[in-house]
T-cell receptor, first 115, second 112 residues
Framework: DAGVTQSPTHLIKTRGQQVTLRCSPK?????VSWYQQALGQGPQFIFQ???????QRGNFPDRFSGHQFPNYSSELNVNALLLGDSALYLC??????????????FGEGSRLTVL | AQSVSQHNHHVILSEAASLELGCNYS??????LFWYVQYPGQHLQLLLK??????LVKGIKGFEAEFIKSKFSFNLRKPSVQWSDTAEYFC??????????FGAGTRLTVKP
């Protein structure tokens, strides 16, 4: 049973570029959440997708956008990259019906470096 | 501002020492509380969680945590740590469905 898988694992971009990160949730999960983890910090909630719609959003600018596909996989897009966007981006999956009480299953993350 | 605070940034212990990691949250109302662990090179994984009932909850690998509502605290404990417990530990709170807020993390180093 595959857990949460993310790609790519590492990538380097320059300021102003755009990046797309991908996530496949754990088998049987229908909800995907994205987090940004800066060095030395805890994960910060970006947004959450269920039924192909953004359901909740944290305090991130519109440069951060996402998408969920019919197979529940998800993408995170960041436009006009800034140096401060350098971080580990984590995807977590869960059941929509278990959101308050269920466990979030995390992938290993995509490490983005912006030069 | 609403937040999750972890008191210690880095804790260094010798094997067999007792561990207590502090966590305080500033959200009002009902919260669900979690501790996650991230071993070196691995993904975040759940240690334990509290929703209701007995405020002393037991998790995997001998860890436990106590919810003290009056102190807005959810401290993690282990009576005797092992070298394999070296990891980063994150306290987290769910306030609204699925909106999980994490503390900054505590790095635990256990010396053999």
């Amino acid at each position: 049973d595959a857990g949460v898988t993310q790609s790519p694992t590492h990538l380097i971009k320059t300021r102003g570029q755009q990046v797309t990160l991908r996530c496949s949730p754990k088998s049987g999960h229908d909800t995907v959440s994205w987090y940004q983890q800066a060095l030395g910090q805890g994960p910060q909630f970006i947004f959450q997708y269920y039924e192909e719609e953004e359901r909740q959003r944290g305090n991130f600018p519109d440069r951060f956008s996402g998408h969920q596909f019919p197979n529940y996989s998800s993408e995170l897009n960041v436009n006009a990259l800034l140096l401060g966007d350098s971080a580990l981006y984590l995807c977590a999956s869960s059941h929509w019906t278990d959101l308050n009480t269920g466990e979030l299953f995390f992938g290993e993350g995509s490490r983005l470096t912006v030069l | 501002a609403q937040s999750v605070s972890q008191h210690n940034h880095h804790v260094i212990l010798s094997e067999a020492a007792s561990l207590e990691l502090g966590c305080n949250y500033s959200y009002g109302g009902t919260v669900n509380l979690f501790w996650y662990v991230q071993y070196p090179g691995q993904h975040l994984q759940l240690l334990l969680k509290y929703f209701s009932g007995d405020p002393l909850v037991k998790g995997i690998k001998g860890f436990e945590a106590e919810f003290i509502k009056s102190k807005f605290s959810f401290n993690l404990r282990k009576p005797s740590v092992q070298w394999s417990d070296t990891a980063e530990y994150f306290c987290a709170v769910i306030v609204i469905s699925g909106d999980m807020r994490f503390g900054a993390g505590t790095r635990l180093t256990v010396k053999p």
